[in-house]
Nanobody, 129 residues
Framework: QVQLVESGGGLVQSGGSLKLSCAAS????????MAWFQQAPGKEREGVAS????????YYADSVKGRFTISRENAKNTLYLQMDGLKPEDTAMYYC??????????????????????WGQGTQVTVSS
């Protein structure tokens, strides 16, 4: 089993920044491919960014390219999402997700919710206009 705990959400003005963290435990962190998902009220959960277990490859949704950066620190068992240039439409619950040893062939696969089997409880991000 993998336990994931997100933190760092909050209320920020449009154009501002936030950095989310996801602390993982239960498995060797360096064996996990990780991702961030967002879910707004009444909408499906959507992949935002993903990173392979080595950190060598990252994937981004078009809506966040150039604004969000996913990274990981394997020595601290922690995943990050640096969010800059935030927009009101970024308002959502943000979830951390993980899967063991999965080589993704496409961006769609890397950002698909069905590719992951471990999930955190989420952290709320609200961007005011």
């Amino acid at each position: 089993q993998v336990q994931l705990v997100e933190s760092g959400g909050g209320l920020v003005q449009s154009g501002g920044s936030l950095k989310l963290s996801c602390a993982a435990s239960g498995k060797t962190f360096s064996e996990l491919s990780m991702a961030w998902f967002q879910q707004a009220p009444g909408k499906e959960r959507e992949g935002v960014a993903s990173i392979t277990w080595s950190g060598g490859t990252t994937y981004y949704a078009d809506s966040v390219k150039g604004r969000f950066t996913i990274s990981r620190e394997n020595a601290k068992n922690t995943l990050y999402l640096q969010m800059d240039g935030l927009k009101p439409e970024d308002t959502a619950m943000y979830y951390c997700a993980a899967v063991l040893w999965t080589p993704f062939m496409t961006t769609a696969e890397a950002l698909g919710a069905s590719s992951y089997n471990y999930w955190g409880q989420g952290t709320q991000v609200t961007v005011s206009s």
